[in-house]
T-cell receptor
């Protein structure tokens, strides 16, 4: 069990640039989640995949945010035209099966800093 | 809609003392409850979970929590803390139906000093 892997760990970019983060879930996990965590707050749900299907994306913060999970394996989260307010930790989590009580396993996150 | 309240933003405690971190939730449906720990610059690690059955659940690192439905609480306890327990602790809730979106509290920073 290699755990959930997120890359890069840190991303510094200028306002207005596009950024993409990658998440590799635990290999047998079919569910994948993205959360955003700002300073002093708990993680906030963004979107969710079951296999390759994005079943919930209403919490994506704006149309500048998009996520994909081609082939139901790794996932990417893209932010276009970044703004100062996008600075945060972006966390990925995965879980196994379809039962709603399965615990989510988190990666170490990607910290985004907008200059 | 669900919500989670962690009333204490920071809890200072001396090493080997007992500690309780408070968590209250609100929900109109049945829920599952979780406690996660976050060390600096890391993701969240699951400490324990309440799904059903016994209201006292035991987790890793000597932590335990008690589910109280009438008070809608899920407080985390440890009888004797170590310096290494210094971290941020998050309480979270999810529905027992639909997909498992976790709703987190704002966290409690546990500061253990010698």
């Amino acid at each position: 069990d290699t755990g959930v892997s997120q890359n890069p760990r840190h991303k510094i970019t200028k306002r207005g640039q596009n950024v993409t983060f990658r998440c590799d879930p635990i290999s047998e996990h079919n569910r994948l989640y993205w959360y955003r965590q700002t300073l002093g707050q708990g993680p906030e749900f963004l979107t969710y995949f079951q296999n390759e299907a994005q079943l919930e994306k209403s919490r994506l913060l704006s149309d500048r945010f998009s996520a994909e999970r081609p082939k139901g394996s790794f996932s990417t989260l893209e932010i276009q035209r970044t703004e100062q307010g996008d600075s945060a930790m972006y966390l990925c989590a995965s879980s196994f099966g379809t039962a709603t009580n399965q615990p989510q396993h988190f990666g170490d996150g990607t910290r985004l800093s907008i200059l | 809609a669900q919500s989670v309240t962690q009333l204490d933003s920071q809890v200072p405690v001396f090493e080997e003392a007992p500690v309780e971190l408070r968590c209250n939730y609100s929900s109109s449906v049945s829920v599952y409850l979780f406690w996660y720990v976050q060390y600096p610059n890391q993701g969240l690690q699951l400490l324990l979970k309440y799904l059903s059955g016994s209201t006292l659940v035991k987790g890793i690192n000597g932590f335990e929590a008690e589910f109280n439905k009438s008070q809608t609480s899920f407080h985390l306890r440890k009888p004797s803390v170590h310096i290494s327990d210094t971290a941020e602790y998050f309480c979270a809730v999810s529905h027992d139906t639909g997909f498992q979106k976790l709703v987190f509290g704002t966290g409690t920073r546990l500061l253990v000093s010698p």
